[in-house]
């Protein structure tokens, strides 16, 4: 005798219904970035854009000597400026203090980065010393290279003339040339920690692998230096160069605390030329023409450096 089962109900799951964000929803996270963002936005409007424009406007208006604007003068800030055999003399130390600091503490930096990568007794010690110049002001740095070259005191004549190179004391700043070249040394003293530690990050984010294939290939530490290293840190030295151009064209301290961009203009840049116009002289309409000349000198450098270096690095993939 067969006795039926009963029916037991089979349960079908059902998929939950996708729920359609309403048009608030939607409207909040197209906002939602820019909300985020915002803050950041309004202080570069404050404290950068505002400066910048503020600047352009004294640079094209007639200004009296306590800062009153007497209005629109038709660039005549720009034709005094240009017409000031000062600077041409400012400009062209001002590019030959930058491409010197720039290159020469890009190459050194670069080297000593190479050398801070390898493993060794006392890295982290030598990578601490290297800080140091770094750590420091440069109104600091300044006044000890001062203090270093001085014929009478400085220490550089003190320690030559211990060791007998010397037999009486050098005046190592007989001329403008001369003092403008220490001060573009010290400028690449401090300069270098920072190319270093750029460059630095960059070395450490290489896998050895790619280096230990390259061994296996055959290659000499040339063929991996180049073919392998610089395109990988390319990125980190584009970042250092920009940003060494901006800090050195726009240096202050260390002309200011060596020379004050005496004698006669002579070790002069920008910077200091247009503090000597604006606090000096009285005449700040032309200070604020220079500044937006240099301005203008290093937008376009800068930007196409930039621009330059990364479409090669695309050119290359």
Known sequence: ???????????????????????????????????????????????????????????????????????????????????????????????????????????????????????????????????????TTLVIQASAWNFIINKDYGTLNTLLLRLGLIEQAVNWTPSPAAYFAWEIACGIFVTIPFVTFCVLSGLQSIDASYYEAATVDGANYFQKLFKITLPLVKSSLTVSTVLNIIYVFNSFPIIWTMTKGDPANHTDTLVTYLYKLAFYNGRQGEAAAVSVIGFLILLICASTYMIYTLRKGDDDL
């Open 1 to 135: 005798m067969s006795t039926a089962t009963p029916d037991v109900p089979v349960k079908v799951k059902q998929t939950p219904k996708k729920q359609v964000p309403s048009s608030s929803k939607k409207l909040m996270r197209r906002v939602e970035p820019y909300i985020w963002i915002a803050p950041s936005v309004i202080l570069m409007a404050i404290f950068i854009v505002t400066p910048i424009l503020k600047v352009f406007q004294l640079a094209s208006n007639q200004v009296s000597r306590t800062g009153k604007l007497k209005g629109f003068n038709n660039f005549e800030n720009f034709v005094n400026v240009v017409k000031n055999p000062a600077f041409s003399l400012v400009l062209k130390n001002t590019i030959v203090w930058t491409i010197a600091v720039v290159v020469i503490s890009t190459v050194l930096g670069f080297m000593l980065a190479l050398i801070l990568n390898n493993q060794f007794r006392g890295r982290k010690i030598a990578r601490a010393i290297v800080v140091f110049p770094w750590a």
